[in-house]
């Protein structure tokens, strides 16, 4: 629950404390602090992105698993203009996380039957390959 909150928390800092650097990615208004009725989703599902991991090297070795959130900023067309991660695990897993997103192609957000610029939070899961 306390991590629930604390990446809620950092969600909303973020999104008011670099409002100037997110209207620099978008060429019109993002919808931030307004209602969107369709959030934008990964095309082809979670599933398959987390099928595309290449497990870093350096979280392989140090046996590192987890769950790194990625912010998202998705445009009109549902292509992500940025990502970066809210909280993330090292060992290399971030870069792969924002990697993975950034080669996705996104649904748009939809406002009053109008696509609309958005971000939204992404969770990457790191899970070792089982050893047999």
Do not use: H, W
Request: proline share 6%; with cysteine.
């Amino acid at each position: 629950m306390k991590s629930l909150l604390f990446i809620l928390y950092l969600s909303f800092s973020i999104t008011f404390s670099q409002t100037d650097s997110i209207k620099a990615l978008f060429k019109e208004e993002p919808q931030l602090g307004k209602f969107i009725e369709i959030m934008p989703e990964i095309i082809g599902g979670l599933d398959l992105l987390q099928n595309e991991i290449q497990y870093p090297t350096e979280a392989l070795i140090n046996q590192i698993e987890g769950k790194v959130y990625i912010l998202a900023f998705i445009d009109t067309l549902g292509n992500p203009l940025n990502a970066k991660p809210i909280k993330g695990i090292g060992y290399r897993c971030d870069e792969e996380a924002r990697r993975l997103i950034m080669q996705s192609k996104f649904t748009p957000a939809m406002t009053r039957g109008k696509k609309v610029n958005s971000q939204v939070s992404i969770p990457i899961v790191f899970k070792l390959p089982k050893q047999e």
